[in-house]
């Protein structure tokens, strides 16, 4: 049996995102396999029986099986202190997590696929676009006050780690980014780096041919 790491993950979901970008920056090799979201496979009784949440991400490493993006990025900086994705000042590691939560609590779960299912088709776009702008109005105000080349200084951190997934659903539903110019700048210079790149929803196995860039 192979001990590579297995992610069940799905090319849009920005949790799932989140996961590779941090296994990626970390060098760690794994095995995708993708779950349709929009054709439910995450509900099916093969799924469940593999992680009950019946989400993405979900993690098995180490001969572990972890569910929830944050959890599993808490995990893999404990456990692979190569590469680290939080800094050492204490201070700059509660500004990595108050961004990761400003994200993962108070932005991403009010517009997940979940949520925009229980609203007409025609309001989807509009309500997205209205709840991502303003965490991430919110994120540009913390930044002010963290940033430097990325998020916190000057290295990647688990908060570049869940800003930039964020970003592809701001630009799917059309946020404008006039007002947000450190976001901009960092997702620039993350753009450039081969572990965001990869992580990237086009770069996926399960990306459809025509939406790959």
Not at 106 to 129: F, H, I, S, W
Not at 146 to 172: K, M, S, W, Y
Not at 200 to 213: F, G, M, N, V
Request: neutral net charge; contains cysteine.
């Amino acid at each position: 049996m192979s001990d590579k790491p297995v992610l069940y993950t799905y090319f849009r979901s920005s949790s799932a995102a989140r996961v590779r970008i941090a296994l990626n920056h970390k060098g760690i090799d794994y095995e995708a396999r993708p779950v349709n979201l929009l054709k439910g496979e995450q509900l099916s009784e093969e799924y469940v029986k593999v992680n009950p949440s019946g989400m993405v991400p979900y993690l098995i490493i180490d001969g572990h099986e972890f569910c929830q993006s944050v959890a599993i990025l808490e995990y893999l900086e404990e456990t692979r202190t190569e590469r680290p994705l939080l800094p050492k000042d204490p201070v700059q590691r509660a500004q990595v997590r108050a961004i990761v939560g400003a994200i993962c609590s108070d932005t991403q779960p009010l517009q997940n696929l979940g949520v925009l299912k229980t609203l007409p088709q025609e309001e989807r776009a509009g309500y997205a676009c209205r709840i991502i702008t303003k965490g991430l109005a919110v994120v540009e105000r913390l930044l002010e006050k963290t940033a430097g080349e990325f998020c916190v200084g000057d290295q990647v951190t688990l908060a570049d780690c869940c800003l930039i997934p964020q970003l592809f659903n701001a630009h799917r539903y059309g946020v404008d980014f006039d007002k947000l110019p450190l976001i901009r700048g960092i997702e620039e210079r993350a753009s450039k780096l081969d572990a965001f790149h990869r992580a990237h929803w086009a770069q996926q196995p399960d990306c459809p041919a025509e939406l790959r860039q």
